[in-house]
Protein backbone atom coordinates (compact mmCIF):
# COMPACT_ATOMS: atom_id res chain seq x y z
CA UNK A 1 0.00 0.00 0.00
CA UNK A 2 1.58 3.28 -0.91
CA UNK A 3 1.92 6.08 1.77
CA UNK A 4 -0.49 8.55 -0.40
CA UNK A 5 -3.45 5.95 0.06
CA UNK A 6 -2.75 5.67 3.80
CA UNK A 7 -3.00 9.36 4.23
CA UNK A 8 -5.97 9.66 1.97
CA UNK A 9 -7.85 6.86 3.91
CA UNK A 10 -6.87 8.74 7.01
CA UNK A 11 -8.57 12.06 5.79
CA UNK A 12 -11.63 10.66 4.57
CA UNK A 13 -13.66 10.92 8.00
CA UNK A 14 -12.49 14.29 8.12
CA UNK A 15 -14.29 15.15 4.59
CA UNK A 16 -17.61 13.29 5.31
CA UNK A 17 -20.40 15.59 6.14
CA UNK A 18 -22.70 15.74 8.83
CA UNK A 19 -26.50 16.15 8.21
CA UNK A 20 -28.78 16.83 10.84
CA UNK A 21 -32.20 14.40 10.37
CA UNK A 22 -35.18 16.07 10.54
CA UNK A 23 -36.67 15.81 13.99
CA UNK A 24 -40.38 15.24 14.94
CA UNK A 25 -40.77 16.85 18.04
CA UNK A 26 -44.63 15.89 18.41
CA UNK A 27 -46.33 12.90 17.93
CA UNK A 28 -50.12 12.86 17.72
CA UNK A 29 -52.11 9.64 17.96
CA UNK A 30 -55.49 9.63 17.37
CA UNK A 31 -57.91 6.77 18.64
CA UNK A 32 -61.62 6.16 18.20
CA UNK A 33 -63.73 3.57 19.39
CA UNK A 34 -67.57 2.87 18.66
CA UNK A 35 -69.48 -0.07 20.18
CA UNK A 36 -72.84 -1.16 19.23
CA UNK A 37 -75.05 -2.87 16.51
CA UNK A 38 -74.63 -0.54 13.82
CA UNK A 39 -71.42 1.17 12.41
CA UNK A 40 -70.93 4.92 13.37
CA UNK A 41 -73.13 7.15 11.16
CA UNK A 42 -70.26 8.17 8.68
CA UNK A 43 -69.18 4.75 8.17
CA UNK A 44 -72.45 3.97 7.46
CA UNK A 45 -73.13 7.03 5.40
CA UNK A 46 -69.86 5.51 2.96
CA UNK A 47 -71.39 2.29 2.39
CA UNK A 48 -74.39 3.89 1.46
CA UNK A 49 -72.67 6.08 -1.09
CA UNK A 50 -70.40 2.89 -2.39
CA UNK A 51 -73.51 0.78 -2.75
CA UNK A 52 -77.34 2.56 -2.54
CA UNK A 53 -79.66 0.96 -0.32
CA UNK A 54 -76.69 -1.02 1.97
CA UNK A 55 -77.48 1.31 5.16
CA UNK A 56 -81.05 0.17 5.03
CA UNK A 57 -79.74 -3.32 4.54
CA UNK A 58 -77.17 -2.71 7.71
CA UNK A 59 -80.08 -1.65 9.92
CA UNK A 60 -82.22 -4.10 8.80
CA UNK A 61 -79.90 -6.82 9.78
CA UNK A 62 -79.12 -5.02 13.15
CA UNK A 63 -82.76 -5.15 14.00
CA UNK A 64 -83.31 -8.63 12.97
CA UNK A 65 -80.61 -9.35 15.25
CA UNK A 66 -81.65 -7.70 17.96
CA UNK A 67 -85.00 -9.19 17.32
CA UNK A 68 -83.65 -12.72 17.87
CA UNK A 69 -81.52 -11.61 20.60
CA UNK A 70 -84.69 -10.94 22.99
CA UNK A 71 -86.71 -13.67 21.97
CA UNK A 72 -83.78 -15.75 22.97
CA UNK A 73 -83.90 -13.80 26.19
CA UNK A 74 -87.63 -14.42 26.82
CA UNK A 75 -87.05 -18.29 26.00
CA UNK A 76 -84.61 -18.26 28.65
CA UNK A 77 -86.61 -16.05 31.38
CA UNK A 78 -89.29 -18.36 30.36
CA UNK A 79 -87.60 -21.68 30.68
CA UNK A 80 -85.96 -20.41 34.25
CA UNK A 81 -89.27 -19.81 35.66
CA UNK A 82 -90.53 -23.13 34.79
CA UNK A 83 -87.46 -24.79 36.43
CA UNK A 84 -88.09 -23.00 39.37
CA UNK A 85 -91.89 -24.03 39.23
CA UNK A 86 -90.77 -27.63 38.82
CA UNK A 87 -88.53 -27.69 41.72
CA UNK A 88 -91.39 -25.76 44.00
CA UNK A 89 -93.59 -28.82 42.87
CA UNK A 90 -91.23 -31.50 43.30
CA UNK A 91 -90.41 -29.98 46.72
CA UNK A 92 -93.41 -29.63 47.54
CA UNK A 93 -94.62 -33.56 46.62
CA UNK A 94 -91.58 -34.82 48.47
CA UNK A 95 -92.60 -32.84 51.59
CA UNK A 96 -95.66 -34.56 51.59
CA UNK A 97 -94.69 -37.85 50.90
CA UNK A 98 -92.58 -37.67 53.59
CA UNK A 99 -95.17 -36.63 56.28
CA UNK A 100 -97.49 -39.23 55.06
CA UNK A 101 -94.57 -42.15 55.85
CA UNK A 102 -93.76 -40.43 58.81
CA UNK A 103 -97.45 -40.12 59.75
CA UNK A 104 -97.56 -43.81 58.50
CA UNK A 105 -94.64 -45.15 60.80
CA UNK A 106 -95.68 -43.18 63.87
CA UNK A 107 -99.57 -44.59 63.69
CA UNK A 108 -97.70 -48.17 63.27
CA UNK A 109 -95.96 -48.02 66.24
CA UNK A 110 -92.80 -46.74 65.19
CA UNK A 111 -93.06 -42.78 66.51
CA UNK A 112 -89.43 -42.00 66.25
CA UNK A 113 -88.64 -43.52 62.93
CA UNK A 114 -91.96 -41.68 61.73
CA UNK A 115 -90.79 -38.26 63.11
CA UNK A 116 -87.31 -39.14 61.86
CA UNK A 117 -88.48 -39.57 58.12
CA UNK A 118 -90.54 -36.49 58.17
CA UNK A 119 -88.32 -34.27 60.15
CA UNK A 120 -85.21 -35.49 57.91
CA UNK A 121 -87.18 -34.88 55.02
CA UNK A 122 -88.20 -31.26 55.62
CA UNK A 123 -84.77 -30.37 56.87
CA UNK A 124 -83.36 -31.12 53.42
CA UNK A 125 -85.22 -29.00 51.51
CA UNK A 126 -84.82 -26.79 53.50
CA UNK A 127 -81.01 -27.22 53.69
CA UNK A 128 -81.35 -26.94 50.12
CA UNK A 129 -83.28 -23.97 49.49
CA UNK A 130 -81.14 -21.89 51.94
CA UNK A 131 -78.01 -23.44 50.30
CA UNK A 132 -79.49 -22.22 46.41
CA UNK A 133 -80.35 -18.92 47.93
CA UNK A 134 -77.18 -18.47 50.08
CA UNK A 135 -75.19 -19.03 46.51
CA UNK A 136 -77.64 -16.56 44.53
CA UNK A 137 -77.49 -13.41 46.89
CA UNK A 138 -73.23 -14.57 46.62
CA UNK A 139 -73.67 -14.26 43.07
CA UNK A 140 -75.77 -11.00 43.03
CA UNK A 141 -73.12 -8.95 44.55
CA UNK A 142 -70.48 -10.65 43.22
CA UNK A 143 -71.66 -9.25 39.64
CA UNK A 144 -72.73 -6.03 40.88
CA UNK A 145 -69.08 -5.42 42.57
CA UNK A 146 -67.87 -6.52 38.96
CA UNK A 147 -70.34 -4.33 37.31
CA UNK A 148 -69.53 -1.11 39.42
CA UNK A 149 -65.30 -1.83 38.39
CA UNK A 150 -65.87 -1.42 35.08
Known amino acids: ?22 RNDAVIITQENFSGPLPRPDILAGYEKI ?42 LIVIAAMGIGTYLTIQGKPVTGIIVA ?19 AKEKKDRDSEETN
Open 51 to 92: LPGAANRIVSMAENQSAHRHSLENWVVRADAIRSLGGLVCAF
Open 1 to 22: MAADDKKEIKEAPQRVESREMP
Open 119 to 137: LGSLGTIVAAFLYTNTNKV
